[in-house]
């Protein structure tokens, strides 16, 4: 007798019934559960083996085609060792190559993005790029593209916004010059500004008496340079190889003006010209930034205005390099043509030993260095210091007045 039947007749037996399809019901739910949980704790497994992760199932195609290639180079080539391909570990991370390309294990592959699917084939390795251009794949991270060459009429493009906001620099260091070299010199000895730019410097020296040469590569430098020091001589030419010889009592190259020189061979090819326009016993007196002041004032943007000039300016320091970057934007206002001038320059921070080595082999010596403690030069602190200056001289008695 059914129980729909004995339902109908007694009446007692529906709860019964309800109860027992509850209960199937859950039996159900509950196998279903389990077929579920199975099938996905196998998938899980199958990636997991795969090396690969739960939203890129695609990527198992890239690991067995890397593996089918791997193993037919060591069929042709049992001899071999290693890898042929970068396969990644479970540790490495993934690498996204920006939008249109596919993640991939490892740095330096990308899969292009199609929607009739990625073809393992097609797998290939691209170098990494830095904001300034492709570097070698082997490189390190972060670094550049080689810089352009030292070029000395960098300037011209900047001479005149130049003039107006960061010529007067060049005076702070006047104190510099009186409290190493003023006092060995006679009043009326004569000077070499090397790089002197727009004249601002050698013009305070003729007004104390010296008799002083500007030498820049940038004509319109020298420009602005002959109505700031009418007093002065001034010759365009090149720091690493310029015609004077043996006519200076001193040579001064101030406001980081070296640091332009980008190669150790052209650094010592400035310091070969500096000798050889030295008298015997002439002094040589420069400034470096360092790696301290590098990394303090080199990065991030800066916006000036002086006189009717707009400037806007981005510099960057590469540390592994050594290398920093000025990039400014001049325009001038009320100017019809709305013109903009964009001018880059280079820097190095050289190695301490490095411009010693460079020094001494040009053959000039009693080498001495000054870092800079505020207002105060501090002998032989480099380290902590964000401009060093340096103090030689070409070997030999001075010639008697």
Known sequence: MSCAILSQRTGFLKPTC??????????????????????YTKRAR????????????????????????????????????????????????????????????????????????????????????????????????????????????AYDAFADAYDVHWGSFSLTWLKVFGLL???????????????CGTGQLAGELVARGYSVVGLDGSRRMLMRARDNAPGVGLVQGDARGFGLRSCCDAVVCMFDSLNHVLTSDELRAVFRSVHDCLLPGGLFLFDLNTETGYRRHWGGDYRVTSGDFDVATRSKYY???????????????????????????????HEPSEVVSALTAAGLVDIEAYGTEGDALVPDWIEGSERVFYLCERPGAPSAP
């Open 46 to 153: 199958r990636k997991r083996d795969a090396r690969v992760v739960f939203r890129a199932p695609w990527r198992v195609l890239i690991v067995q085609e890397q593996e089918r290639r791997r193993s037919h180079v060591q069929r042709r080539n049992p001899s071999a060792s290693g890898n042929a391909f970068h396969t990644g570990s479970a540790s490495s991370p993934l690498h996204h190559t920006g939008p249109g390309k596919r993640w991939l294990p490892g740095p330096g592959y990308f899969l292009p993005g199609s929607r009739s699917g990625g073809a393992a084939s097609v797998l290939r390795q691209q170098p990494p790029r830095s904001i300034l251009g492709t570097v070698p794949a082997t490189g390190e991270q972060g670094s550049l593209r080689r810089p352009p060459a030292t070029d000395p009429t």
């Open 18 to 39: 309800f109860a027992m399809r509850v209960s199937d019901t859950a039996l159900t739910i509950l196998g279903a559960c389990c077929i579920l949980l199975r099938s």
């Open 181 to 195: 070299i003023g006092g060995r010199l006679e009043p009326e000895a004569r000077v070499l500004d090397l790089c």
């Open 319 to 349: 540390r592994r390099r050594r290398l920093g970057v000025f990039r400014a934007c001049i325009s001038r206002r009320g100017d019809p043509t709305g013109a903009v001038a964009k001018v880059e320059l280079w820097q190095r921070c």
